[in-house]
């Protein structure tokens, strides 16, 4: 089992920065490969980015690629997507994940959630 509770949401102007973190409590964090996923209202939830046990590989959506990066620190059991030039269409409630393998959809435990609101 593990915990994963997530911060650093709020509001920020188009093209603008935030970083989001994740923190892992439970089993050993560093056996979880970890994703970031969001979901905008009245949407299905979508696959942001994600990242493997040892932060060697990663993974991006399209919409993510270029503007996002995901990084982890297995000493601290912290996730992280720091998110640039963030655009309105970014607005949503964005959840860490955890897996037991990198995947773009397949992960067994998920967090609250942190909301992210872009204005224009």
């Known amino acids: 089992q593990v915990q994963l509770v997530e911060s650093g949401g709020g509001l920020v102007q188009a093209g603008g920065s935030m970083r989001l973190s994740c923190v892992a409590s439970?089993?050993?964090?560093?056996?979880?490969?970890m994703g970031w996923f969001r979901q905008a209202p009245g949407k299905e939830r979508e696959f942001v980015s994600a990242i493997s046990r040892s932060g060697s590989t990663k993974y991006y959506s399209d919409s993510a690629k270029g503007r996002f990066t995901i990084s982890r620190d297995n000493a601290k059991n912290t996730v992280y997507l720091q998110m640039n030039s963030l655009k309105p269409v970014d607005t949503a409630v964005y959840y860490c994940?955890?897996?037991?393998?990198?995947?773009?959809?397949?992960?067994?435990?998920w967090g609250q959630g942190t909301q992210v609101t872009v204005s224009s």
């Open positions: 439970g089993r050993a964090f560093s056996t979880y490969a």
């Open positions: 994940a955890a897996g037991g393998q990198l995947s773009y959809h397949e992960y067994d435990y």
